[in-house]
């Protein structure tokens, strides 16, 4: 379906007739089912997104589309798209999933509390769902008027808490990220709640950017995302991509009579690529996602590391430190009686390559 399809004037016919018949009969009669997530908002009544967008597809085209022919939500060429193109409001009837860095937040409260579930009264509920709002991960227009309110963040604390191991009794739905998140806390305890706090205080002070969670550049750039949730390894990502920090940290690695290898395996740009890889290599800020509060970043907090090792560290928690992965990739090396590259990569190595 191109743009132009249907009109505001198509829109506005199918209404008429979703009121003449009801809801229910509307979507019997065109084999559509309830929407759930996305309203259509209009004179203080709500519709169905989906089948009001593929009715309205007949009074141009002699047809409705059938419920399979259309997308419903957000893209291009999706219902809720082509109904706002037309200038009609869009609601949701229910709040969208709970991200990381939200279920992070809710779980270091039930930690707090002794791994138990809080009633919406507590004021540490309160205190959540302000932060909740604060986080923002969701455009205003994404979230339901109950977004984040006292009841459904208590109940995240209670789908929580019955999925920790000594809870005896019949746990709550949740989700599979709430188990992952509680067993990072299980594991980590020390670093979550770091990073639960180090949350509160960015969101608190505003220093912290907001991530929404379809935002996925990180995620296309590394495999698995952090642990300590998307919004600090942005901050991370950002104090690693500082220009100015690297040409520093590169200079003086350069005047100490260093060289560029990455520090984990010795992979050498120049020696590769020749004038092409003169002077390039990625750095890594060192300091743990959980530490990393707002102080200066000093050019010991950074190493210089290949693309490949960079990815490897970041790959999944808990980070290794460049020694440490250095010491995997001799392992491996040996493991596999490879010859590891010298901080110069040789004609030999690359011949192995």
């Avoid at 007739?17 to 019997?28: M, N, T, V």
């Avoid at 059938?66 to 009609?88: N, P, Q, S, T």
């Avoid at 500082?242 to 290898?261: E, M, Q």
């Amino acid at each position: 379906m191109e743009k132009g399809a249907i009109s505001r004037d198509d829109i506005l016919k199918t209404l008429a007739e979703y009121d003449d018949l009801g809801q229910e009969a509307f979507l019997d009669r065109y084999k559509y089912g309830k929407a759930s997530t996305y309203l259509l908002l209009h004179d203080g009544k709500e519709y169905d997104s989906k089948a009001v967008a593929g009715v309205a597809h007949k009074h141009q085209h002699g047809r409705p589309l059938a419920h399979g022919e259309l997308i419903g939500g957000v893209g291009r060429g999706h219902a809720v798209e082509w109904l706002k193109r037309e200038g009609f409001t869009i609601g949701v009837s229910r709040s969208p999933k709970w991200t990381r860095d939200e279920i992070i937040l809710a779980c270091d409260v039930v930690a707090r509390n002794d791994w138990k579930g809080l009633d919406a009264d507590d004021p540490r509920i309160a205190e959540l769902s302000h932060y909740l709002q604060l986080l923002g991960a969701y455009p205003p227009e994404e979230r339901a008027p109950t977004y984040r309110n006292h009841n459904g963040a208590a109940r995240k604390t209670f789908d929580i808490a019955t999925h920790h191991p000594d809870y005896d009794k019949k746990p709550t739905k949740g989700g599979q990220l709430d188990r992952e998140v509680l067993r990072d806390f299980l594991d980590r305890p020390e670093e979550m709640a770091r990073a639960a706090k180090l949350l509160r205080e960015g969101l608190a002070h505003g220093s912290l950017e907001t991530v929404l969670a379809d935002d996925d550049e990180d995620d296309a750039e590394d495999d698995a995302s952090a642990p300590e949730g998307k919004v600090l390894y942005r901050r991370h990502r950002t104090r690693e991509r500082n220009k100015g920090l690297r040409k520093k940290k590169i200079a003086s690695v350069l005047k100490a009579g260093g060289s560029l290898a990455c520090e984990a395996c010795g992979f050498d740009f120049a020696a590769v690529y020749g004038e092409r890889g003169e002077g390039y290599i990625e750095c890594h800020h060192v300091v743990p996602l959980h530490e990393a509060g707002e102080g200066t970043t000093k050019l010991s907090d950074l190493a210089l590391i290949c693309s490949n090792c960079h990815r490897m560290i970041h790959r999944a928690a808990p980070w290794p430190t460049p020694a440490e992965l250095s010491a995997l990739v001799r392992e491996q090396a040996q493991r596999s009686r490879q010859v590891l590259p010298s901080p110069r990569v040789t004609e030999k190595a690359l011949d192995h390559g």
